[in-house]
Every structure is written in C-alpha cells, then in structure tokens.
Nanobody, 130 residues
Framework: QVQLVESGGGSVQAGGSTILSCAAS????????MAWFHQVPGKEREGVAS??????????GYADSVKVRFTASRDHVENMVYLIMRNLAPEDTGMYYC?????????????????????WGQGTQVTVSS
C-alpha cells in the first residue's frame, strides 16, 4: 500500500523560505515521477514541481510561477522527496500535496498535471504573510 506523508510548511514571512518533506512508503519512489501540487480553496490543484529519474539523469519540471524560487529534490536512500521554497510570496499560501505518478519520466520529464498522479499525501499548509 502506497503512502505519502508530507511535513514542513507552517507560517512564513514574505520573502522567507521553508522546506516541505514527503516520506514515501510501500513503493520505491525513485522509480516513478514525483510531484508537488499547490491548492487554494475553490481552485484545482496546480502542479508546481516535479522530479523523476530516467537513464541515470534527473528530470525536473517547474511551473512558471515558481521557477527559480522552488527546487525539488529527492533522497533515494530515505525514499523522500523535498520541496525547497525560497522568496515566498502571499500567493504561495495554500495546501501543498506530494504525489507519485503512474510511471517514471518520459524523455520530456515528469508532468505537472494532476491526472498523471495516482497516489497523494494528506497535504501540508503553507501560509505566507506579508
């Protein structure tokens, strides 16, 4: 049984940084695409970062809104995925979900579409105050 558990986040001042963690169990996460999604009330989940390994190389994907500011990383030994969030803005406020995909990356990397992911964590809240 696949289980993803997010942690980290909390309240952060605008311009600050935080790190989200996602612990995977029941699956070897390095074999699949992993992604982080952002959701605010009344809106659909938006993919912000993805990471996957293919032929020894790591593929990253980022939404335009977070490029440069957010970085996805993973620890194969610990079966963890991280989202390093820098220069946070109030619009980054919301729930952040970790997800694991159906497959590993294609030659284009890992998608940011929620339809490509089949297991989700419970989410962790990030609140950025100005």
């Amino acid at each position: 049984q696949v289980q993803l558990v997010e942690s980290g986040g909390g309240s952060v001042q605008a311009g600050g940084s935080t790190i989200l963690s996602c612990a995977a169990s029941g699956v070897t996460a390095s074999r699949f695409c992993m992604a982080w999604f952002h959701q605010v009330p009344g809106k659909e989940r938006e993919g912000v970062a993805s990471i996957g390994i293919r032929n020894g190389g790591t593929y990253y994907g980022y939404a335009d809104s977070v490029k440069v500011r957010f970085t996805a990383s993973r620890d194969h030994v610990e079966n963890m995925v991280y989202l390093i969030m820098r220069n946070l803005a109030p619009e980054d406020t919301g729930m952040y979900y970790c997800a694991i995909g159906f497959t590993g990356p294609s030659t284009s990397g890992c998608p940011l579409s929620s339809a490509s992911y089949n297991s989700w964590g419970q989410g962790t809240q990030v609140t950025v105050s100005s």
